[in-house]
C-alpha cells in the first residue's frame, strides 16, 4: 500500500474514527484502527464489536493495500504533524509516514486479523433523515435519563420508535423519564428499536457541526447513521421497551408556569443545603401570593428558603431530587417552563410553557 | 453582627478566600473562614496554617461582630444568589444571608476558635514591589522546576533571593533548574527566603489581571504579598538553599538556535515513540546540513525521526526527558531559543535567543 493524503483531511478521520478503538479491550487489534484503500479514497474504520465507525478520505494512491495499526499512537502522531501532504508506505506489517523532515515507521498487524465491519443490507431497513441539530438536541435532551446500571439492558439504551405515525426518542431509568418528539415519521412501518446511549454519544461527539442532515437505517439488529464520508453503525439493544407511557401523568392537580432561569437558580441554592437528604427539596406553591418557594435543611450545615414569583393554580407541595430536576430544566428550549404535580406521590411533569406535546420530563417524587 | 454587602463584591472575596479553607485538615474550624466587621469594611480570611488569605469589601455595617462560617458552603451559596445587596446577620452562632426571596440561615462557630491570624512587624520586613505580569510570569516559568518530594522541603519552595545586588527566583528538583532574573534590586539589604511552591501558586490564582503591581514584604520567617484589598501572607521554608549556580555551565561546546514552535513540534513528536524509555529522546546536531534532529524508538511501536533546520557550531548529540524539554520550551519567551549541551554528561541550557541572563533553564541528561 502506498498513497498521499493530507494532514488535515488524516488528522480529522482519525479524530472520529480513534476513539472507538482506544476503549479498553481483551482482544489487542481492537486497538487497532484498520487503513484500507479503495480506488481513489483511503479507509479508516475502528471497531469495539458494539459500535463500528468507517471514515473515508481522498487519496492518491500509487498502490492499494490495507494494514491495522495502533490508533492511540497513530492519531498522536498524525495530529502532531503540520499541515502538508503525508505519504503512506506499507512494508510488511510497518507503516512509513513520511512528511517533509518528520519520518516514523509505525508496527501495525495485519488487516485480515482485523474483526468484519457491519454490513447491513440496505434493502431490508427502515430509513429516517432527520435535521442534525433536531436529532443531536433530542439525543442530549433523553440520554441523561437513562440508567447505568447494566443489568437491566434495555435502560441503557434510547428508544427510538414510532406511535401513532409519529417518531420518538424516549429513555429511562425508572426515576425519570425523558421523551421527545421528532418529525411525523415520514414511513408507514413502525419502528421500535433500542439504541445504546454510548452509540448515541459516540454520534453526537463524531458528527461535524457542518453536517446538516443524518440518514439513519435501522433493521432488526442493527442501526447505522451515514453523514457524509461517515458512517457510525450500532448493535441495537436486544429488548422490548417498558411500556413507559403508562407512568405520564394524563392531567395534574397543580400547575406552575416558572422563568426557567429563576427556577434553576431556586432550586440550584436549595440544593447546597440537601446533601445530607440525597439532593431532597420540598416545593411548595402559594397562589394567593402566586409563588412557588423551595426549602431544604441539613441539620448541621443551616437551612435554605428561596422563593420565586409564578403562575399557580393550586395548593400543594412536593419533594424532589434537586440534581434530576436541575438536569431537566436544562433540557427544555424555552424561557418559561410548566412544572406540573398532584400531591406527594404522582410523577412530577416538566414542558416548555406553551408547546405541550414536543419534550416532556418525568421525574419520581422522593418520599418526603 | 449586622451589615449589607453587594453579592458581587462578597462573591469576588470568597472565590479568593474560600479554597484556602477547602483543603483537606484535621481542625474542622479551618473548613470555615472568618467575617469581622471593620469600621465600614467586612475581613474575610481564612488560612490552612501555612498560608494565610485576607480580602477586606466595603460593607454598610450596622452592628460589629465576628463569627466563622463553613467556607464550601457559603461561597457556593452566594456565587449562586443573583446580583443584589445581601444582608448578613448573626445570631448566637448562626448567620442569616438574606437577598431579595432568598434566605438561608448556616450554623457557624465562634470567631475565638479561630487561629490567630498571622501579623508582620512592618518595620522589620525587606520591602519590594514588583510588576504583577513580570511577578506572575517569574513564577510559572521557574516552580515547574521544583520538587513535589516532601522529604526534601527545600526543593518544594522557589528560592527568591538577591545575587550581586540583583534579584532572582529560582527552582530546581535536582533533574533541571530555572532560574528567573527579576528587576533589579532597590534594597541593600540582601534577600534569602524560601517561597512554598503552594503559596506562589495560590497567589497566582488569586492575583487579579486588572492589579499592577505587588508588594512583597519579606521578614525572617514570613512573607506577605500585598495586593489592592488583599493579602497573602505565607510562612517561609526555614532551610539553606541548595547552591544552584555550580550547576549552571559557564561555556557549552555546542549550541543551537532553532525556531521555538519547530523544536517543540519536533520533540513532542518524537515523545509518542518514547514512552518505554521513560521520555528519553536523543538529540543530535550536523553543522554541515545545519540541521538538529530527534530521534526516538519504542520497540513494539516503532521508531521516529524528525528534524529541523537550524544554526548550530558543533556536532554532538545527548538524550533528554522530552517532557522536561517541551516544559522548559513553554518557559521561553521568545520566538527562537538558544540550546547548548557539551556531550552526553553535561547539563543543557535553555535560553531565549540573544537575551544571555533573563532566564535560564537547566536539564541533566538522560544516560542514553
Known amino acids: 500500500?502506498?498513497?498521499?493524503?493530507?494532514?488535515?483531511?488524516?488528522?480529522?478521520?482519525?479524530?472520529?474514527?480513534?476513539?472507538?478503538?482506544s476503549a479498553k479491550t481483551p482482544l489487542p487489534i481492537l486497538n487497532n484502527i484498520i487503513l484500507?484503500?479503495?480506488?481513489?479514497?483511503?479507509?479508516?474504520?475502528?471497531?469495539?464489536?458494539?459500535?463500528?465507525?468507517?471514515?473515508?478520505?481522498?487519496?492518491?494512491?500509487?498502490?492499494?493495500?490495507?494494514?491495522?495499526?495502533?490508533?492511540?499512537?497513530f492519531s498522536e502522531f498524525i495530529s502532531n504533524l503540520p499541515k502538508g501532504n503525508i505519504e503512506l508506505e506499507t512494508k510488511d506489517q510497518h507503516l512509513t509516514i513520511t512528511l517533509d523532515?518528520?519520518?516514523?515507521?509505525?508496527?501495525?498487524?495485519?488487516?485480515?486479523?482485523f474483526p468484519e465491519l457491519p454490513v447491513i443490507n440496505e434493502a431490508n431497513t427502515t430509513q429516517i433523515t432527520l435535521p442534525t441539530t433536531v436529532f443531536k438536541r433530542a439525543i442530549s435532551q433523553t440520554i441523561l435519563a437513562s440508567s447505568h446500571d447494566s443489568t437491566r439492558p434495555m435502560l441503557t439504551g434510547a428508544y427510538f420508535h414510532t406511535q401513532n405515525g409519529e417518531l420518538y426518542l424516549a429513555a429511562t431509568d425508572g426515576y425519570r423519564l425523558a421523551e421527545r418528539k421528532l418529525i411525523k415519521s415520514a414511513q408507514p412501518t413502525p419502528i421500535a428499536a433500542i439504541i445504546p446511549v454510548s452509540s448515541l454519544q459516540e454520534l453526537v461527539r463524531i458528527t461535524p457541526d457542518e453536517q446538516e442532515e443524518i440518514t439513519i437505517l435501522i433493521d432488526e439488529n442493527q442501526v447505522r447513521f451515514r453523514l457524509q464520508d461517515i458512517e457510525v453503525t450500532s448493535k441495537l439493544i436486544e429488548a422490548t421497551f417498558v411500556d413507559y407511557r403508562q407512568l405520564i401523568p394524563q392531567k395534574s392537580d397543580i400547575t406552575v408556569?416558572?422563568?426557567?432561569?429563576?427556577?434553576?437558580?431556586?432550586?440550584?441554592?436549595?440544593?447546597?443545603?440537601?446533601?445530607?437528604?440525597?439532593?431532597?427539596i420540598t416545593i411548595k406553591t402559594d397562589p394567593a401570593s402566586q409563588t412557588v418557594s423551595i426549602h431544604s435543611i441539613a441539620s448541621q450545615l443551616g437551612e435554605n428558603t428561596s422563593e420565586a414569583d409564578v403562575k399557580v393554580d393550586n395548593e400543594g407541595s412536593v419533594t424532589l431530587n434537586s440534581r434530576y430536576l436541575l438536569e431537566a430544566?436544562?433540557?427544555?428550549?424555552?424561557?418559561?417552563?410548566?412544572?406540573?404535580?398532584?400531591?406527594?406521590?404522582?410523577?412530577?411533569?416538566?414542558?416548555?410553557?406553551?408547546k405541550t406535546d414536543e419534550y416532556q420530563h418525568i421525574i419520581m417524587p422522593l418520599k418526603s
Request: with cysteine.
Open 101 to 113: 523532515h518528520y519520518t516514523s515507521t509505525i508496527h501495525g498487524m495485519g488487516a485480515e486479523e
Open 36 to 73: 484500507k484503500t479503495s480506488k481513489n479514497r483511503l479507509l479508516l474504520a475502528a471497531t469495539n464489536l458494539e459500535i463500528a465507525v468507517t471514515h473515508y478520505i481522498g487519496a492518491k494512491v500509487e498502490s492499494e493495500g490495507a494494514l491495522t495499526i495502533p490508533a492511540r499512537l
Open 257 to 280: 408556569v416558572v422563568d426557567k432561569d429563576e427556577f434553576s437558580r431556586i432550586t440550584k441554592v436549595a440544593s447546597l443545603f440537601a446533601r445530607e437528604s440525597a439532593g431532597g
Open 329 to 354: 430544566l436544562g433540557c427544555i428550549d424555552s424561557p418559561e417552563v410548566s412544572f406540573s404535580f398532584s400531591g406527594k406521590l404522582a410523577p412530577c411533569v416538566l414542558k416548555a410553557s406553551g
Open 1 to 21: 500500500m502506498k498513497l498521499t493524503v493530507t494532514q488535515e483531511n488524516l488528522h480529522k478521520a482519525l479524530q472520529n474514527v480513534a476513539r472507538v478503538a
